[in-house]
């Protein structure tokens, strides 16, 4: 129909007009129906009432046994944190509690692997309380945090060999 009213040579000039014209209404309708995508609706269903910083710490003492009060723990850490940083075959570190009479030591029983992007290793832990209370033998995984802290995991009274 083109053809007609403007003559052969004038609708080839046109073509191009025509599909650059559509090509931009196609790009315009395409961006107003994705615009939606970007809005955000909260939903009172999915909205979370307590605040992001009301992350509850980490329980004290570091949960490695019922056998650590929090004096026991404080002193035993960095032993257990030197300990895992130590090269393979190193003696075991011993700690002591003169408050509460406990005393205990960390023996790493294996070499370093990665857990969460930090390094590890597996452990074993014996406890030795006051008055003659029974030996506590424990095994797990530590890792050596900055400073003199230790992250456990996988704690579990030790089974032997």
Known sequence: MVDLLLGERDAYRLAPCVVA?????????????????????PLPGFIDDQPTGSIKP???????????????????EPVLS????AKDGDQPGAWSNPETGTHGE????AGSFERDGHPCRAFVARV???????????????????????AVYDVSPWTGL
Do not use: H, M, N
Request: proline residues 4%.
């Open 82 to 85: 030197a300990t895992l940083r």
């Open 128 to 150: 030795v309380g006051k008055d003659g209370a029974p030996v506590k033998t424990l095994q797990g995984v530590g890792c050596p945090r900055e400073g003199e802290e230790a």
């Open 21 to 41: 014209r559509s090509a931009a209404f196609a790009f315009a309708a395409a961006a107003l129906a994705l615009g939606g995508c970007s809005v955000s609706i």
């Open 58 to 76: 980490k329980a004290e003492p570091a949960a490695l046994s019922a056998a650590y009060d929090s004096g026991d723990w404080r002193l035993a």
């Open 106 to 109: 960390f023996l790493a029983v």
